[in-house]
């Protein structure tokens, strides 16, 4: 696949991805599939990703004293260049000017999720200031209504999204973090789905891979081949469900009021804790830059405001009996938005 570029559009973000690093190339081709671009429609690009299975040359980097500290990486700049240090096993070099980032590692896995990760965090940022925010969710759509499911990391989300694509009606919008726009509409963002360990035999071997992650350890995912008939672009308000869970074999539903809901979506839309934010890849100066993130502040809770006052809403306490719990939404579902 050398020599071959791949080009993506999500929500006017528009980006290529090449290089040499088939498993990266493959991963990331599979994630974004959804976004898929013709060459002829993408014109001038964003950003362009070249992938690069290899050890990098240490010696040939300018000195340069660390300028961010991250779990993952050290990042160092150069002028316009910013250089990332993946723990000495991998080495990330964006040129903001050129808008290029080049990964290179003898670790196909690490550059795979170094690419999937600069990633997020650019269009991320990109569609923030359009105005469009993600929101750390499940989100599925029940004829044309979304129902969103708020789960902190490890709550659920994944497991009870797969549940719900049992029923026939039920279709995806994203797994973890759709799009909220101005109107409370939610936009798909149907990345890859996770699998619980000891669950990979519910998908067929040829939808699935095993990835190690840098953080986290080992995870099967779901390709978007496996649900690619079931996406929908968008979906209007429909159902908040403010997940808990509970000891109890059988869950229940509460109303919630909408002072309720807007304080859920504070960390998980607002703030949005769960997401990834890749502030090594944000930051252009320093972390002063945070400091002027007020605007962006502002236009999250306005678009909360129109999720939430469009929504209904509902404290969702979810049980230990996962079909139980989807049966429960799709009761709700058939009632109040039918």
């Not at 795979?112 to 759509?141: N, P, T, V, W």
């Not at 968008?234 to 009021?257: D, F, I, K, N, Y």
């Amino acid at each position: 696949m050398d020599g071959l570029r791949v080009l993506f559009d999500v929500y006017g973000y528009r980006f290529g991805v090449t290089g040499d690093c088939r498993f990266a190339l493959e991963g990331v081709a599979e994630d974004f599939a959804f976004f898929r671009s013709e060459a002829g429609e993408a014109g001038s690009l964003d950003v362009e990703l070249e992938l690069r299975e290899a050890e990098p040359d240490w010696d040939a980097l300018p000195v340069s004293d660390a300028a961010v500290y991250t779990p993952r990486n050290v990042v160092y700049r150069n002028g316009m260049d910013r250089i990332l240090d993946f723990g000495g096993r991998g080495l990330g070099r964006f040129d903001e000017r050129a808008r290029r980032f080049r990964m290179e590692s003898a670790d196909p896995q690490l550059v795979y999720e170094a690419a999937y990760l600069f990633l997020l965090s650019k269009i991320g940022q990109a569609l923030d200031g359009r105005g469009l925010h993600r929101l750390h969710a499940l989100a599925m759509s029940f004829r044309g209504k979304a129902i969103l499911a708020l789960l902190p990391m490890g709550g659920g989300k994944s497991t009870l999204g797969a549940a719900l694509l049992k029923h026939p009606d039920v279709r995806i919008l994203s797994d973890d973090s759709p799009f909220i726009d101005r109107r409370g509409r939610a936009k798909a963002f149907p990345l890859r789905l996770g699998l619980l360990k000891g669950r990979e035999s519910e998908v067929p071997e040829e939808h699935r891979r095993l990835i190690q992650r840098m953080e986290f350890g080992p995870k099967y995912l779901v390709n978007f081949s496996y649900f690619a008939d079931r996406v929908d672009a968008e979906a209007a308000p429909g159902l908040v469900l403010l997940g808990r869970r509970t000891l109890a074999r059988q869950g229940r539903l509460e109303r919630a009021s909408g002072r309720e809901a807007l304080r859920a979506m504070v960390p998980n839309l607002i703030v949005g804790l769960g997401l990834f934010q890749g502030l090594e890849y944000v930051l252009e100066r320093s972390s002063r830059e945070l400091a002027g993130k007020v605007g962006l502040g502002w236009s999250r809770l306005r678009n909360a405001r129109a999720l939430v006052t469009n929504s209904e809403n509902y404290v969702f306490h979810m049980g230990r009996d996962v079909d139980a719990n989807a049966r429960m939404v799709m009761e709700l579902a058939a009632e109040r938005l039918g």
